[in-house]
């Protein structure tokens, strides 16, 4: 059984991802937040991590709305308890025997 903390750590990291998402995309609630981010992306664009493999870099507005579309997504996953769906099937995939892998699939219960 997943304790208390687990959960409520869960609840808090999915709350977390959602806002800093949330002030990525829209300066609706913190019209403040957004533009400083925006200009910190303004930067940020210049120093992308895959430059010097691929010799390309977004703009500073896609890579921005990117990130923010992810961190939504990932936070509302968390906020719906997705993460243990997929913490579970990981767990039992990684611990079952090669020869007996499809037993160990249909073992897993929500």
């Known amino acids: 059984m997943v304790s208390l903390g687990l959960h409520l750590l869960t609840i808090v990291l999915g709350v977390i991802f959602v806002f800093l998402g949330h002030v ?19 930067k940020l664009n210049k120093e992308f991590p895959f430059f010097h493999i691929t010799g390309w870099r977004p703009y500073a507005k896609s890579y921005r709305l990117g990130v923010g579309i992810a961190e939504m997504s990932s936070g509302t996953l968390l906020l719906l308890g997705g993460g243990f769906f997929l913490t579970t099937y990981v ?19 929500l």
């Open 24 to 42: 990525k995309l829209t300066p609706q609630f913190f019209p403040e937040y957004h533009s400083q981010i925006r200009n910190e992306f303004g």
């Open 91 to 109: 767990q039992r995939g990684v611990t079952c025997d090669n020869n007996k892998l499809p037993n160990c699939v249909s073992e897993i219960k």
